[in-house]
């Protein structure tokens, strides 16, 4: 079953754009976000109607329709990227039943070869000397994400406290 999601062309013509009915609760997610908008921009022109002055009706009609198009342009293009995001994660999902599909290979760890175990173990010794994961970026030139991981994988591991004692 589907239902019909209209698409502007232009400033007239209404294009049909068919979407799947398993589409609904994401559509209308999006319109809940387009809703909250659309009522703080009304409220913001509101606040502005006693006060002819700042705006005449030109400029308001303007941001009217400067908004909507907005609204309509980046509603299209979340809508779209979401729809990426699914098809992208159920095609690694199915990926992953076949077997096919095992993730990227960690670069730094115990068991590296080459600069790789070099670079590891820098890491480590500095994380065993306390110093910040910054400071461990700066030096390396490893990501902090990766810093943070080995950081994880040693204290659920208890190597920091076991490090400690063997100082």
């Not at 997610?29 to 703080?40: F, H, N, S, T």
């Not at 002819?52 to 009609?61: A, E, G, I, K, R």
């Not at 480590?124 to 461990?136: D, F, H, P, T």
């Amino acid at each position: 079953m589907a239902f019909l999601l209209p698409r502007l062309k232009g400033d007239i013509k209404m294009e049909p754009n068919w979407q799947p009915i398993s589409n609904l609760p994401l559509i209308g997610e999006l319109i809940d976000g387009q809703l909250m908008a659309a009522r703080d921009q009304y409220t913001n022109l509101l606040e502005a109607q006693p006060k002819p002055h700042v705006l005449d009706d030109y400029t308001v009609d303007r941001v009217i329709h400067v908004y909507t198009e907005q609204l309509i342009f980046s509603a299209t293009a979340e809508f779209e990227r979401k729809m990426i995001k699914d098809r992208q994660r159920e095609g690694i999902e199915i990926a992953k039943k076949k077997g096919k599909y095992k993730g990227r290979d960690i670069q730094y760890h115990s068991h590296g070869k080459g600069k790789d175990k070099l670079i590891y173990d820098k890491i480590i010794q500095m994380l065993s000397r306390k110093e910040s994961v910054m400071e461990i970026y700066r030096e390396t030139d490893v990501s902090r994400n990766t810093i943070y991981r080995i950081k994880r994988e040693l204290e659920y591991k208890g190597g920091l406290a076991w490090m400690e004692r063997s100082r």
